[in-house]
């Protein structure tokens, strides 16, 4: 059997700090929002939430550096054979996976994302991601940018936005993890993305 060197150190490092700030960002949201399932101080909750906001941003921007200048661009870009690979996969996810067959896609060097991924991650990546980041932001200096958080419709407007983002990366989190089960094994997708190779 052969073992392809799919996801770099570089890649691996980036899921693993977007994925436990997501989970955390998840979280404190909770205590934020919820205040009958407050687990913890408000500020404390606040802090956090602020803390790995920033760093979601942060890695986000190394994200696109290493997207657009290393490559990995290349993943979400279509290729021929996309349509009959993504009705292949639709199969595949709605009943062959609980059939026990044999997934039809297999991640390589240069091609990690199979026809359904590329769009579901695409618009996570380009349009959920940043869209929280920039809301986020906003409700974080929203004295500071009052004007320009008037001009897109009130502060109101833009945490119901932040919120409801939220709601859609919590659904999200839960497939992906779910997912991340379908394996070979219930952990070898995980352990492909911890040590980057995997099977051909």
């Given amino acids: 059997m052969e073992r392809n060197y799919v996801y770099p150190a570089s890649d691996r490092i980036w899921h693993w700090i977007h994925a436990i700030s997501i989970t955390m960002l998840v979280l404190t949201a909770i205590p934020i929002h919820f205040p009958s399932l407050r687990f913890v101080d408000l500020k404390i909750a606040v802090n956090i939430h602020t803390f790995f906001g920033l760093l979601v941003a942060f890695d986000f921007i190394l994200y696109l550096i290493n997207m ?55 618009v996570v990546m380009f349009i959920m991601v940043p869209l929280q980041i920039f809301t986020g932001l906003l409700i974080w200096k929203a004295a500071e940018a009052e004007s320009l958080i008037n001009s897109l419709g009130g502060l109101r407007t833009i945490s119901t936005i932040h919120i409801a983002n939220a709601y859609l990366f919590a659904a999200y989190l839960l497939f992906h993890i779910y997912l991340g089960t379908t394996g070979k094994t219930f952990w070898y997708f995980f352990k492909v993305m911890i040590t980057g190779y995997a099977d051909e």
Avoid: C, T, V
Wanted: glycine share 10%; hydrophobic share 35%.
């Fill in 68 to 122: 657009f200048f290393y490559g990995s661009i290349k993943n979400y870009l279509p290729r021929s054979g996309d349509g009959k690979q993504a009705i292949m996969m639709a199969k595949y996810y709605l009943w062959g996976i609980f059939r026990g067959e044999e997934e039809p896609f297999h991640p390589k060097p240069g091609r990690r994302l199979n026809a359904l991924q590329k769009p579901a991650y695409f």
